[in-house]
Nanobody, 113 residues
């Protein structure tokens, strides 16, 4: 049973934008915060942003001012809007639920110089 499904990744030029989606199963979405993480080749997975049940948000320093996380309660979906993308944003992006821990399968984001 799939709990979290990411989509929206792709190839974009530096300075461009993407919107990632994380669709959650209803029970997961209603009772959990959703985090975004990313993992670049050869690097550890790192925290990007989170949104709580009451839509409070928090961002890694690398994401502040460029990324915006939001949730659509009607669609059980969390979005990560990414602007002014840089080559160093290239990674597989994962969503994660907390405190009930599930991970999605990831979506690849590639930013060309």
């Amino acid at each position: 049973q799939v709990q979290l499904v990411e989509s929206g990744g792709g190839l974009v030029q530096a300075g461009g934008s993407l919107r990632l989606s994380c669709e959650a199963s209803r029970n997961i979405f209603r009772f959990n915060a959703i985090h975004w993480y990313r993992q670049a080749p050869g690097k550890q997975r790192e925290y990007v942003a989170e949104i709580t049940l009451n839509s409070s948000t928090n961002y890694a320093d690398s994401a502040k001012g460029r990324f915006t996380i939001s949730r659509d309660n009607a669609k059980d979906t969390v979005y990560l809007h990414m602007n002014d993308l840089k080559p160093e944003d290239t990674a597989v992006y994962y969503c994660h639920s907390f405190p009930t821990s599930y991970w999605g399968q990831g979506t690849q984001v590639t930013v060309s110089a």
